[in-house]
Antibody, heavy 122, light 106 residues
Framework: QVQLQESGPGLVKPSETLSLTCTVS??????????WTWIRQPPGKGLEWIGY???????NYNSSLESRLTISVDTSKNQFSLRLNSVTAADTAVYYC??????????????WGQGTLVTVSS | DIQMTQSPSFLSASVGDRVTITCRAS??????LNWYQQKPGEAPNLLIY???RLQIGVPLRFSGSGSGTDFTLTISSLQPEDFATYYC????????FGQGTKLEIK
């Protein structure tokens, strides 16, 4: 059973950088057809896809965040990471890491971390 | 971006009821549509992928249908553990979620 676990600071100051890491166990980030994804959910609101990284380092980002965003993978540690620069209060959310699996040509998020709340506040 | 609109946003029902949630895409997405259930304080859980394929371990009372722009999630007989928020999500292009449907106990 694949498990994902987010880690990182729960409080970030405005204008600073939000950094989170997702550690994957029970499976390898180097497996074909899996896209390692970040999704966030502001308190009381819906889900927003942030972006993904593939094991070879290829990425795809939400265009609304792209200028501030870096997602990377470390295959030696079986981890992937998120960096979001110049944060504001609007970036306060529960951040989830998830596995995006491709079956046939259909992608879906089949495994999720438990989520970690990141608050942007001075 | 392909937007997803769910209806209703809120739904009250009783144990044993049959309920249907609708999701409409702003343009055709074939069957690139997934459904998730989220309970308070938990991560979303995949129920249905490719519009109608039941994820392993999900009870048979859940079913999905549709293609193109209009999709439905049906729960045939509500159980107490089904009261939650449900999201649709298109995977035809940049992933986008519907706004959610909160299913409450009547």
């Amino acid at each position: 059973q694949v498990q994902l676990q987010e880690s990182g600071p729960g409080l970030v100051k405005p204008s600073e950088t939000l950094s989170l890491t997702c550690t994957v166990s029970g499976g390898s980030v180097s497996t074909n057809n899996y896209y390692w994804t970040w999704i966030r959910q502001p308190p009381g609101k819906g889900l927003e896809w942030i972006g993904y990284v593939y094991f070879n380092g290829n990425t795809n980002y939400n265009s609304s965040l792209e200028s501030r965003l870096t997602i990377s993978v470390d295959t030696s540690k079986n981890q992937f990471s998120l960096r979001l620069n110049s944060v504001t209060a609007a970036d306060t959310a529960v951040y989830y890491c998830a596995r995006d699996s491709m079956v046939g040509s259909i992608n879906h998020f089949d495994f999720w971390g438990q989520g970690t709340l990141v608050t942007v506040s001075s | 971006d392909i937007q997803m609109t769910q209806s209703p946003s809120f739904l009250s029902a009783s144990v044993g009821d049959r309920v249907t949630i609708t999701c409409r895409a702003s343009q055709g997405i074939s069957n690139y549509l997934n459904w998730y259930q989220q309970k308070p304080g938990e991560a979303p859980n995949l129920l249905i992928y490719a519009a109608s394929r039941l994820q392993i371990g999900v009870p048979l009372r859940f079913s999905g249908s549709g293609s193109g722009t209009d999709f439905t999630l049906t729960i045939s007989s509500l159980q107490p553990e089904d009261f939650a928020t449900y999201y649709c999500q298109q995977s035809y292009s940049t992933p986008f979620f519907g706004q959610g449907t909160k299913l409450e106990i009547k």
